[in-house]
């Protein structure tokens, strides 16, 4: 576990804003049907696009940026696939996305408080979304479509 991911863990245990036991139930009990109930990432994901506000009503990617850093949300029908990016330091490119399918895995539903795992489909035509809007906003990314 890389030192990152234990001192949030470290920080959540100390405020108590997880209540452990009944995720770990909840994740249990939800498997077969293919959900996962909020574990601690997905809570850390959860509070961050709360904080962001999100609008859900409106379809389609919305940027949020931190400085150097920032977040395309994909919002549909009510879910939201977060898409970690970052500005890129290089000539070539405006901005570093991590669009690989292997990074765009899931969609929450903040009032349901729930995530789901994406199927490959689902990643690749959300991948294909993501470059036509980069496009149209003229920027340079490096999202190559299928992977």
Partial sequence: MCRCYSKVL?????????????SK????????????????????????????????E??????KSYGRGATIYYVDKLSIVPIGCEMSGVDDLDILVFGETKHITKRYYIKERK?????????IMIQELLVK???????????VVGQ
Avoid: C, P
């Fill in 58 to 63: 409106v379809s389609g990617f919305h940027w």
């Fill in 133 to 143: 809007w980069l496009s149209e906003k003229g920027l340079k990314h490096d999202i």
């Fill in 25 to 56: 139930i909840n994740r249990d009990t939800n498997a077969l049907k293919g959900e996962i109930i909020m574990d601690t990432i997905d809570e850390l994901v959860l509070k961050k696009m709360v904080q962001d506000t999100i609008n859900l």
């Fill in 10 to 22: 470290e920080l959540d245990r100390k405020l108590h804003t997880i209540d452990y036991f009944n």
């Fill in 115 to 123: 995530a789901e795992i994406l199927s490959f489909e689902e990643r």
